[in-house]
């Protein structure tokens, strides 16, 4: 599990981004801990978190106009979509489904946030040096 926790060389610099892949991380860890039952439960507040932070992040990208939001936001919409199969599955009682999908989820976080959100956090900086 070494590299799907949080650490702080992962920061952006952009604190609402950060807080968000930050939770998500920890919630990651608790949910790999958990039983079963409760995993079901907790694995439908992850997917709602994390529909949450897309959104939120997919409202700041609108607000600047950020060229590359057709991207950014159908990458966000194909892992919202194994997160939904998974789902699916976790509600029929396949609880191993849940578990493998969110195995696989930090390795495309960290990816995800090297690539689509580190430019997302430049253009954000760029906006904030300009003079209002």
């Not at 949080?6 to 892949?21: N, Q, R, S």
């Not at 919630?27 to 997917?47: E, T």
């Not at 493998?100 to 580190?118: E, G, K, R, V, Y």
Request: no cysteine; hydrophobic share 50%.
């Amino acid at each position: 599990m070494h590299d799907s926790q949080w650490k702080e060389e992962m920061a952006l610099g952009v604190p609402a981004i950060d807080e968000a892949h930050e939770a998500l991380f920890m919630a990651l860890a608790r949910l790999s801990q958990l039983g079963d039952h409760d995993f079901s439960v907790a694995f439908r507040d992850l997917v709602a978190a994390v529909e949450r932070d897309f959104r939120e992040e997919e409202a700041l990208m609108e607000d600047i106009g950020f060229p590359s939001l057709a991207n950014h936001r159908e990458q966000h919409a194909r892992v919202l979509s194994g997160l939904h199969h998974a789902w699916a599955a976790v509600d029929e009682g396949d609880v191993a489904q849940g578990r493998h999908a969110l195995s696989l989820l930090p390795q495309w976080l960290i990816f995800h946030q090297a690539t689509m959100d580190l430019a997302l956090a430049a253009a954000l900086e760029l906006l904030q040096r300009q003079p209002s």
